[in-house]
């Protein structure tokens, strides 16, 4: 199978940069364009009167900007500055699994890491990666970052079903 157009969900966790280096892979080797989705969500104003260190002057365009910094270094981290293939940043406020489903629509393949940064300890599969998983329009590829306590927990339930 040719895949042309591959989408891949990054938050800056270790599970979303081994999903983005793993993408880029594919991506290399089907002379595919490569998408990078990273979601924000704007921060609110705290509740009138209580004691904060908001900063009104600190808006929406600001919030977005620093999330796409935080992308593009990413991507400069893990892929360098001239990766060889089409990557397009791309931005999107709201929620992460839903900006995930709504960009598989034009996807031949979305790769999702396992875990973000919201991830409690002990779950093999988060709830992006597994909502996206079951929702999404196309073919999901979900990976785990390499040396990582799911890895370690897998291979332990494994061989309690086997032994």
Known sequence: MKWKNL????????????????????ALTQNAELTTILTWRPVPPPPAGS?????????????????EEQLLAIISEELGDDPGVLVRPKVVVGRAAKS?????????LLVVGSRGIG????MLLGSVSQHVAAH??????V?????????????????????
Do not use: K, M
Not at 10 to 15: K, Y
């Open 7 to 26: 989408v891949v969900g990054v938050d800056g966790s270790e599970s979303s940069r081994a999903a983005l280096r793993w993408a880029y892979d594919v």
């Open 119 to 122: 991830g409690f300890a002990g």
């Open 136 to 141: 999404a329009a196309c073919t999901v590829v």
């Open 51 to 67: 004691a904060s260190t908001y900063n009104p002057e600190y808006d929406h365009a600001d919030q977005a900007r620093v999330a």
């Open 100 to 108: 995930l489903i709504d960009a598989s629509h034009d996807a031949d």
């Open 143 to 163: 990976v785990r970052a390499p040396g990582s306590d799911e890895a370690a927990a897998t291979d332990e339930s494994l061989a309690d079903d086997v032994g």
